[in-house]
């Protein structure tokens, strides 16, 4: 099966506690996102990163950073969780350029800091 | 930089009804379009992805209506049915790589 895979599927922490969440994906892209999903749905681009190139949001906090160990994972760490950090985070994947540039999404991963 | 305003923000409408979803953008630059709709609990599946150059795309059950002219981009469901059920969200994307989605609408079909 190709698509873009999360995990977890949902957390709950505490303020200060360090997270990490996981993406992979499967289509062959080269090119992987983090957007977070507020809780009125609004959707923003917090990172969008390839082998050449790490576009940070500048609203995004230093707490938030990408890590990407090959092209087809992208995971996000959150260095001391904040109760403004809850919400969703989508993790999608694309090629760089050209007209197949369609960004396909995982299934998000909820978190929820108490 | 680019802002997309959607609206309504909720549509409500009977099983066999017509919906009607529309963006506006901002920026002439823009030049790719896309239709994402979201079911409770999942990510976002992509409906449409609509060229500059291309007016009217037609779907399974919806058509797809890009007017550069008045920079507005709008989802029609066409008979729609509960399975319809879902929040919408239009983004665009100019010569960068990220998306800008629109607010999001959410639309209940009742039987």
């Known amino acids: 099966e190709t698509a873009v895979f999360q995990t977890p599927n949902y957390h709950v922490t505490q303020v200060g506690n360090e997270v990490s969440f996981n993406c992979k994906q499967t289509?062959?892209?080269?090119?992987m996102y983090w957007y977070k999903q507020d809780s009125k749905k609004l959707l923003k681009i917090m990172f969008s990163?390839?082998?050449?190139?790490?576009?940070v949001n500048e609203t995004v906090p230093r707490r938030f950073s990408p890590q990407s160990s090959d092209k087809a994972h992208l995971n996000l760490r959150i260095k001391s969780v904040e109760p403004e950090d809850s919400a969703v985070y989508l993790c999608?994947?694309?090629?760089?350029?050209?007209?197949?540039?369609?960004?396909?999404f995982g299934p998000g991963t909820r978190l929820l800091v108490l | 930089g680019e802002q997309v305003e959607q609206r309504p923000p909720h549509l409500s409408v009977r099983e066999g009804d017509s919906a009607v979803i529309i963006c506006t953008y901002t920026?002439?630059?823009?030049?790719?379009f896309f239709w994402y709709k979201q079911e409770p609990g999942a990510g976002l599946q992509l409906l449409m992805k609509v060229f500059s150059s291309t007016e009217i795309n037609e779907g399974q059950g919806f058509t797809v209506l890009l007017n550069k002219k008045d920079k507005q981009l709008s989802l029609n469901l066409t008979a729609a049915h509960p399975g319809d059920s879902a929040v919408y969200f239009c983004?665009?994307?100019?010569?960068?790589?990220?998306?800008?989605f629109g607010t999001g609408t959410t639309v209940s079909v009742s039987p």
């Open positions: 289509l062959g892209h080269d090119t």
């Open positions: 999608a994947s694309s090629y760089w350029g050209g007209n197949q540039d369609t960004q396909y």
């Open positions: 990163y390839n082998n050449k190139q790490l576009i």
């Open positions: 983004a665009v994307r100019q010569g960068g790589r990220a998306l800008i």
């Open positions: 920026d002439p630059n823009s030049y790719y």
